[in-house]
Structures are given as C-alpha cells and as structure tokens.
C-alpha cells in the first residue's frame, strides 16, 4: 500500500474555491492515513505548480498523487504526465473531480459542497492507498480519418490530413461540396470570393489519391471506439450519369416542370427538380431531387445521362479517428418578428448576400429598385428571453463589410445600421472605419426597446429610440430591411445523436475545453472544428479545422494507441471454474485452464477490454479489474460514506 | 428552507466512465443543482458493479445506491443492458436477504449528455429515500 502520499486541492482561480472552502478540505484530509503533503493551489494545471508537484514527488519521495480540481476528462492526463516526469509511474495519481461534479453543481450550497469535496478527496486517497505501477495497453489504430462535412472546414481539414499522409474519407450529406462559403460572394476575411476559395480548394483536395469524397452521403449507424471507429455509409445517386451532355443536360432542366424555391439562394429565387447550385459547383454534376420530382419522364426524352433507377450504395468504413465539420445554419426570424414574412421587402443577412450577389448595376428586390437599406442587428442573437443568448461574432463584421460592398456595387446606396454596439473586433475594426467614412449612419439601441418595423401606406418604417442621441426618437423609410441573423446549430442534427457528442448551453458542439482542448470532446477520438462547435467566421473555422485535424492525426499517426492498463484478474485458489465468466465476455477473453490438479479461468490480457462483466456473475468472487479491485472500491464507499 | 439546511439523504452513484460520467459532469458545467449528499464512484461499465459492493455501501450507511447505467451506448457492447439488469435483480434478492428496502436500489441508463435526466433522477430519488426513511 501506498503511505506517502501528496494531495493538492485547486482552486481553479475561484471555480471551486468561490463555493468550496478548500482551506478546510486540506486541513480535513491532511490527517488522513498516508498522507504526508497537502497544498492548496490557486491553478494546479499551472507550469509553476507542475514543476512544484515534480519536485515535491521527487524531494518527498511520493508514492501516490491526488490532485483535486476539475473534470480527469479534462486533466487527468496533464497530472499523470507530471507523476511520469517526476519519475513515478502514471497509474500511481488519482484525480478527484471537485469542479463539474462539486462547486459547480452545488454552487447554491457552498456548506454541503465543501463537505462533499471532504468525502470525494478522501476517496480518492483511499483509491491512491491500493494504486501500483501498470504499463499501458497497446492497440493497433486504423491509419484513416473520416471527416463529416466538406465546407470550408471539412475540406481544409481534410488536405491538411492528406498533406500528413493520412488517407481521408470526406462525408457530405449535400451534392455539392463548399458548404455555407460558397454561397458567399465577397468576404470581410480574404480578398478571394467564397466561391474562389471552395475552387481553389476543390481543385486541391481531388489532387490527392487519399481523399475519398462521398456526396450525397449520411452515416447511418455506427459502432467501435478510438482507433477502431466502423461507419456505414448510405449514399445518394444523383440519378445523372458521369458520361452526361452538357447541352442536353440544359435542355432537361429547361423541361422539368417542378419548380422548388432554390435553398441556395435561401429561397429568393426558384430551380428546378434537375439542378444546379452555380456554375462553378463541386463535383460539376447536376442532380435530381428525388423527393420533389414527379417522375414524368419529360427529362428521359431529351437527356439520356438521366437515370431514375439508380439506387442507393452502402458503404462499410474503418476509421481510427472521426472529425465533425457539420457547420450550422442562418437563424430564421419567426414569422412578424421585424416584420419578418409579413412584410415583403424584409429578408434575413444570409438572402441580402445571395440578392446583391445575383443582381449586376441595380440592386432590385421585388421589382423595384433599393436605395435606402435598414439592417437590424442582433436578430436571433444575444437574446434576452429567447434561447439563444449568445453573440454571433460574424454578423456584425460581415453586415459593415456588405454594406460596404453594396455601396461600392451600386449607385446611390444609403445604409442605416440599427444596432446594440457594433463589436468589429480586432483588424476588423477597419471595415467599420470604412463605413462610418463612406457615410453610414449608425443607431444604436438597448435589448429593452428594440426597433419597431412597420408597414404604413405602402411605406417600411424603421422607429429606434436611438441611445447614442439621448434616446431622440428616429425613423426611416426603408426600401429594403434586412435582419442581422445569427449562427444557430444545425436543426437536423442526427448525426450529433448518432455518435452522443454533448453539446453546451448554446446547443452547439462542446469541446472539452475552450483553451486547453478546443477541438477535442468526450468521446474519445471525436474531434470538431468550425461553426458546428460555435459561430465562427470563416478564419476561425479555418484554424479550428487544422487543429481538428492535426488531433485527430495524432489518434492515428502512430498506427497504434495506449490504452488504460485495465483487465480482469482471477484469483487462481478461488477459481472452481463454472464457466460463468466466460459466458458473459463479449470478446471470448477467458478460457479455462487445467493445471493437473484443478480447472480454472485464465485471462487473455491481449483480448480483455476490462469492462468488467465478468465480475459480479462469478459465484466464489474470484475475479477483480485492474484499478477496481473490492479493496479499491469498498476503501471508496467507506471514505464516501464517512459523517 | 435555505439550501444548506434542507437535509438530504445520502446517495451513492455508480458511473461510468466514458457513458453516465460526463453526463454528470454536464450537468455541473449547465449548473443544474442536485442534493450535494449524491456521491459518486466511476467505473468502466455498469454490467461490471459487484452486488457485494452495493450491499457494503448500505452497509456503511448509505440511503440509497443508483447505477447511472449504460444503456445501449455502452462501448463495450448492447449485452451492457440486460447484464446490469441481471446485477440489479441478484443485488435486490440479497438486499432483501439482508432486510434491506429493494426500492432503494435504482437503475437508469443515462447517456453522455442525459445531464437533466441524470439530475431529475438524483431529485426524485431523494425525495423518495426522505420520505421512506426512518429517520
């Protein structure tokens, strides 16, 4: 048993100790048996207490470690690192999760948290006592990464894997690859268009031979775990063959009769059931949309690429590593809010884009032309009773940068910008400079007395009490309104379902840690990147999709993993051999053995997963799981369970 | 009554580590408040909980134990369900053996991110080990 052992309670700058008095756990489990150091820490993660701890292990010649403070999900593996290069074998720290599950969750209890703190610390001494040197598991990690999503993120992602070496398979539920960027035309963040940079990356993303790109293409079920992920895939036709006529192909679209409000043009203008996105679109093959189409055959007579018969593929993957690039989706104003679909000339950012994008000379929006453009700002964003509370980031840089460019594009352009404080951060600053110096007129109001849009003889009037005049009341007469909507998380989102990945209270994708693991989540080998996680403009998708990716590599890169050290042991004398065991091992790990004396069950360590269902079906207790033993255990329950 | 004076009965939680684990820890990072006397013991699977440690946490005074089982999320495989069922229904033969309440045993399958089920379930279950109690 371990009998020198050092304990050291953060207090994650106040996270614990604001509700945690952790003064008074270290002075309650300084006593406690084996214990020779105990500290408190402001930040136990920090470099200084690092160094601290290895010198304290190899001054004091510790033979245990706890550290209590967050989520092991979180930190379990810094401090094991620390025991390591202090010289003391991982498996001899036990972490204690006095964060997440104490200060946080009691924090409307700060006398029943520290108590709580007491029990879980000491409980983790009580496991620390029974620790022993382990050496880690090694299995073998598939060399493949499969990336969901191929928009911006989803395809930098995936050349940054296949300039590693690392083959790739890139997973998009759409026909066409670029996501929500190509549907942009100028961008705040680069001097490309969107629709450049997704050709420009398109073009570089088929160079590579480790790339598989799938369209049309959702994962329906999967099972395995890191470095060992099996992922079916179901893939859609397009119903067009490769070999298609481009003449003719316009010929059929020209014919179908099924006219559908265009999605990528966020329903500003209509296509066909046999279409296209732009012309520039990735792979360069139209589709038939399947669920709208009515089989009349009028295509059939002119195209003969069409196909109607093609079916659906599934396709049965091998992964070590899973990346989400899944993106989100434009909030949708509910119907009246700024006038949103009851009066006619007020469209969302996301439609202004496509609109100003789709019209050369004149800007016209239902058949007249615009001059005087009102954008309200913050519309499903920093809401004060709605759900979604948090700010955007993007739209503000990206509603200046517009009305920049609509200025520049067409003549005579007035912008009214009715916001709750313009946050251009950073070099962005200069796209607000260039508004304000173009003539731009800002107003600026409070969450309580928002603007007013209404409609009065045939007139759009936008009233603010405008905060930066002392209230003074204003109003324009707006040709155009157009609301500043923000980033929410995708509404289909079946695929967050499938693989459980938690999401945070803005619903979007949690990572373990925004600082310390941003791209990383609970399940492990799980990695996200770009605006799945939280809005993002396209930059920070950028960067958070190399980082996505320069993880997941390293779940892969080596071709295998370490895995926890833990199996099942039998206790050889106790053993009578019923066979119980081994009827409920799900990976055929036990077998029985005979010495010439007696029959017994023997592990296989290299098979056993220590999950531990062996355990309670064994009629004489011989078996106990690394780190789990009844000793481990019932030593926990008693410090648990202690007045 | 004020929070730190209502009193609470005192829960023991199995977890697991990769499943119920971080729902838990969800549930702080959401601040979803539960009775601070819910304790809790990680483990890899909840198929693999031993009816003797369950029986020694009543022993040593625990009010209630609930497994935050696995469900069919279990890495280890879908057998995970019908073998931590199978635990529970030996471990609530020998509590009774033992003159022990089987309600005060609970099992439910919590998910990674079943953080308000996780919570509802501590509250409820408090609620009925205060109100069976003898105290």
Redesign the interface.
């Known amino acids: 048993m371990n009998n020198n052992i050092g304990v050291y309670i953060c207090h994650c700058g106040g996270n614990i100790s604001d509700y945690v008095d952790v003064e008074k756990v270290k002075q309650a489990i300084a006593t406690e048996e084996g214990v020779t150091l105990a500290k408190t820490t402001i930040f136990a993660c920090a470099d200084s207490n690092q160094k601290e701890m290895v010198e304290d292990i190899r001054q004091q010649h510790l033979n245990g470690v706890v550290v209590a403070s967050c989520s092991p999900k979180l930190h379990q593996i810094t401090f094991r690192a620390v025991t390591e290069r202090a010289g003391l074998n991982k498996y001899n720290y036990v972490h204690a999760n006095i964060r997440e599950q104490v200060s946080w969750a009691h924090s409307d209890n700060k006398p029943g948290a520290t108590e709580k703190a007491i029990h879980i610390v000491k409980a983790a001494i009580a496991k620390v006592r029974y620790a022993k040197s382990l050496d880690p598991i090694i299995i073998q990690s598939q060399k493949a990464v499969a990336i969901i999503g191929a928009g911006i993120a989803g395809m930098k992602a995936a050349i940054q894997l296949a300039n590693m070496g690392c083959p790739v398979y890139l997973i998009e539920r759409e026909y066409f690859v670029g996501g929500r960027v190509a549907q942009w035309d100028s961008l705040s963040t680069s001097s490309e268009t969107g629709k450049q940079i997704i050709t420009r990356l398109y073009q570089e993303l088929i160079k590579h031979n480790t790339i598989t790109l799938f369209t049309g293409a959702e994962i329906s079920s999967y099972s395995g775990s890191i470095g060992d992920f099996h992922l079916k895939v179901n893939i859609k036709p397009r119903y067009i063959n490769q070999q298609c006529n481009e003449g003719g192909l316009q010929k059929a679209i020209d014919v179908c009769p099924v006219i559908l409000p265009d999605e990528f043009n966020f329903n500003i203008t209509n296509r066909k059931a046999i279409y296209h996105n732009f012309p520039s679109e990735y792979p360069q093959l139209p589709v038939v949309d399947m669920v709208h189409c009515n089989r009349c055959g009028e295509c059939l007579k002119i195209c003969g690429a069409i196909d109607l018969d093609q079916k659906d593929e599934l396709l049965d993957i091998h992964v070590g590593s899973i990346l989400m690039a899944t993106g989100f989706d434009p909030y949708t104003p509910i119907d009246g809010e700024f006038g949103y679909n009851q009066i006619n000339n007020v469209i969302t950012l996301p439609q202004f884009q496509r609109l100003i994008n789709l019209n050369e000379k004149k800007l016209i929006f239902n058949e007249k032309e615009i001059r005087h453009i009102a954008y309200i700002y913050c519309v499903g964003s920093r809401q004060p009773e709605g759900e979604n509370k948090y700010c955007s980031r993007y739209c503000c840089t990206t509603t200046i940068h517009i009305a920049n460019v609509t200025r520049r594009k067409f003549k005579e352009i007035n912008n009214y910008h009715f916001t709750r404080g313009v946050r251009t951060y950073g070099k962005q600053e200069t796209l607000y400079r260039e508004s304000l110096a173009n003539g731009d007129v800002f107003l600026q109001s409070y969450e309580d007395d928002l603007p007013v849009v209404t409609s009065e003889d045939g007139k759009t009037i936008v009233k603010i009490n405008d905060i930066l005049t002392m209230k003074k009341s204003m109003e324009i007469e707006a040709d155009l309104v157009v609301l500043v909507t923000g980033m929410v998380p995708r509404a289909e989102n079946s695929i967050g379902a499938l693989f459980k990945l938690p999401k945070g209270r803005d619903k979007f994708f949690n990572e373990i840690h925004m600082k310390l693991r941003p791209v990383e989540t609970v399940i492990d080998g799980i990695t996200i990147s770009g605006a799945c996680q939280g809005p993002k403009n396209v930059t920070e998708a950028i960067n958070s999709a190399l980082s996505a990716a320069t993880k997941s590599f390293s779940y892969v890169s080596k071709g295998e993993l370490e895995l926890e050290p833990i199996i099942a042991r039998i206790e050889k004398d106790a053993c009578t051999w019923c066979g119980a065991c081994a009827n409920v091992c799900p990976y055929d790990a036990i077998r029985i053995e005979n010495d010439g004396q007696k029959e017994y069950a023997v592990i296989n360590n290299a098979v056993c997963k220590g999950c531990g269902m062996c355990l309670p079906v064994c009629p004489t207790d011989a078996i106990d799981l690394t780190a789990y033993s009844n000793s481990e255990i019932e030593s926990m329950i008693d410090a648990l369970a202690q007045d | 009554m004020a ?2 004076t209502r009193k ?1 009965a ?1 829960i ?1 939680v199995f977890s697991t580590e ?2 119920s ?14 009775p ?2 819910v ?3 990680s ?3 909840s ?7 369950i029986l ?2 009543f022993r ?3 009010d209630g134990v609930f497994i935050a089982a696995d469900g069919s ?1 279990c ?3 879908e ?2 369900t019908e ?1 931590t069922g199978k ?1 529970v229904n ?1 471990t609530h033969d020998l509590m009774k053996e033992n003159n022990i309440e089987p309600a005060r045993l609970r099992m439910a399958a919590i ?3 079943c953080s308000e089920s996780f919570v509802k379930q501590m509250k409820s279950f408090n609620e009925y080990l205060l109100l069976h109690s003898n105290n």
Do not use: N
Request: aromatic fraction near 8%.
């Open positions: 929070e730190g609470h005192k023991l990769k499943i684990d971080p729902a838990i820890d969800m549930a702080g990072l959401l601040k979803l408040h539960y601070p006397k304790l809790t013991i483990i890899p699977c198929s693999g909980i031993k009816p003797r440690w020694h946490a040593k005074g625990f999320d890495p280890y495989g057998s995970c073998k635990l030996t998910c990674s991110v």
